[in-house]
């Protein structure tokens, strides 16, 4: 065999080793296999996800992922963690994607693959009844102190957008900062309109300042090397977007509180 000819069936094999390779490490085939669709989330957060009052997980997220396994022809096992562990167990293995109200920011995006958006939210600023507050800009003065999730992209809007305020954050999720406001711990905070217009109506001293800080697209989360996944994924958000079946459970749990009556 010439020099040439080796050259061509060495870069044969590797590439054929390459292609094994990726095979055994396609995620959507362990999936399958394993009959089960194993999904982070963090019930801490009506109506995105949370445990309803018949202890049952629940809320957007879960119920799209549920959806997701039912089509599938999987079970589905939710494995719950606090806000910052989200990223790590999926990196670890231990789950094959997050479910939560995820913004695909630069900094995620390149730990991680997202999919289409699977819906958008709207960020804004919540005060005190009582307060002088009128619009989110108002929150941005030195001295008040401003709420929001921990590690979350409200966190980032506060950075950005109301640079004077002191931010604090809250490891319990929305509803934790929710009543950091409510008890007077906090000055404002900055959460998105769905979450806002749930402890609304638990909060009956707080109030919805004017205006929308910005708006972001939310996503699930795969591995960096579950191209299988995040592409089936993607072409879901298409299936059920075409079919109006996601435009369903995005109003039934975050443009309306109609949830509420079944759930709380």
Known sequence: MGI???LFATAAMAIGLASASLAQADEM?????????????????????????NGKQTGLAVEL??????DLGV????????WKGLIPALLSGK????????TPTPQRASQLLFSRPMFYEETVGVALKDSPYTKWEDLNKSGLSLGSTQASSYSDA???YL??????????GTAAVAQALSAGRLDGLVSDLGNVSNFLNDFDNLKLLDGIVVKNPLSFAVRPDAFHLKMWLDNYVELTTSDKRLETLVNYWWNTT????DHK
């Open 4 to 6: 040439l000819n080796k």
């Open 29 to 53: 085939d362990d999936i399958l296999k394993r009959g089960e669709l194993i999904v982070a989330v963090q019930t801490q957060g009506a109506p995105v996800s949370f445990i309803d009052k």
């Open 65 to 70: 992922a549920r959806m997701m396994a039912e």
């Open 75 to 82: 079970k589905i096992t939710f494995q719950d963690y606090d």
């Open 95 to 102: 789950v094959d994607m997050i479910a939560a109200d995820m």
């Open 158 to 160: 506060i950075k950005k």
């Open 163 to 172: 640079p004077d305020a002191t931010l604090k954050e809250f490891s319990g």
């Open 258 to 261: 109609e949830w509420e009556k």
